[in-house]
């Protein structure tokens, strides 16, 4: 009732290269504009014309105000708008003035976060880092949390009343960033993270989050974390970004391993979680296509061929922190997967 949703006309003709439409769509791009509506044509209310759509913030305010980032172009300054469900009340109330910038004419909302304490938390890229933002929908009540270095790469989930997000460095390795509405801190893992990949998924009863990651020369890591530790749960040739929680003990989810005589292709497999972020195992439980019985210790990811142990971290600490591997860490090799 009286909430602002994002509207994109969707009637236009493309002719002769040019756009023959409404004015929202505009060299073949769709325009988004802040509209209201009760769900009929007399109740669909466009809020501004001064404004398109960037982002949407997926939460509204406890105020019942939403937010949301315009395209800049020009000499604007405006980075976030807000909007009570109204033309008088949907207008630009944080701009560049309040950041600190070598460009400002760069400065722009990477993504929202979560709503943490009744604050709507949002990531700008500022230069060639990525600062946290806090806000209530005020000027007063918007407060910078804190800088790291690097661009945005993903967000992670909100649990244990926290949420991460992740940043790629000048040298391509990724970091990970844990945070409420007051702190940042980084996440040290046993070695450097370099590509993350589709797969992930938040379990539901663990207040746990799986994800993936590949590195340049290694296979696809799965790795498991509640924001305090984490463990890499297994590593095979690529994962599939689709995966089911049987219970609590208990993931589906597809796994490809690639021998040096053959290609084994996706296969079903089922995880089985740890009760902690200690030691999980996998096996198979069904194949999409068929595979050979034995690699006969070819497979990326064997023990007989060098394989890196998997290796659990604490971000209280930096034990650990760097290139460090198996046989550095003491811990026993990687199962075969």
Not at 163 to 169: H, Y
Not at 219 to 235: C, G, I, Q
Request: charged share 25%.
């Amino acid at each position: 009732e009286n909430h602002p949703v994002t509207y994109a006309y969707s009637t236009a003709t493309w002719t002769k290269g040019s756009w023959d439409g409404p004015d929202c769509i505009e060299d073949g791009v769709v325009r988004k504009r802040l509209f209201r509506t009760d769900g009929t044509p007399q109740g669909t209310i466009l809020l501004s014309r001064e404004v398109m759509v960037d982002i949407f913030a997926p939460r509204e305010l406890s105020n019942g105000k939403v937010l949301f980032a315009p395209l800049r172009s020009g000499e604007s300054t405006d980075i976030i708008w807000e909007s009570d469900g109204s033309v008088q009340g949907t207008h630009s109330f944080f701009d560049t003035s309040m950041v600190i910038s070598k460009d400002p004419s760069s400065i722009h909302v990477v993504a929202f976060g979560p709503l943490v304490n009744e604050k709507m938390t949002f990531l700008l890229a500022v230069d060639q880092s990525t600062q946290l933002w806090t806000t209530d929908g005020s000027r007063i009540g918007t407060n910078n949390v804190g800088e790291v270095p690097g661009k945005y790469v993903k967000m992670g989930p909100f649990m244990h009343g926290k949420f991460s997000f992740f940043t790629k460095d000048s040298d391509s390795d990724v970091h990970m960033w844990i945070s409420d509405d007051v702190a940042i801190r980084e996440m040290v893992f046993p070695r450097r993270l370099q590509q993350l990949s589709s797969f992930e998924l938040q379990l539901a009863n663990k207040e746990a989050w799986l994800f993936s990651e590949k590195s340049v020369a290694c296979p696809t890591s799965v790795w498991m974390t509640d924001y305090s530790s984490a463990e890499e749960l297994f590593r095979a040739s690529s994962i599939g970004s689709d995966a089911v929680q049987l219970n609590d003990e208990e993931v589906v989810l597809s796994v490809e391993r690639k021998c040096s005589d053959d290609d084994h292709g996706l296969e079903l497999y089922k995880l089985r979680l740890p009760s902690a972020i200690g030691e999980g195992s996998i096996e198979a439980t069904a194949h999409l296509e068929k595979v050979a019985e034995d690699c006969g210790g070819s497979c990326v990811g064997s023990e007989e061929n060098g394989s890196e142990g998997k290796g659990s971290t604490s971000s209280n600490g930096a034990d650990g922190a760097g290139e460090s591997t198996a046989e550095d860490s003491g811990t026993q090799p990687q199962r075969d997967t």
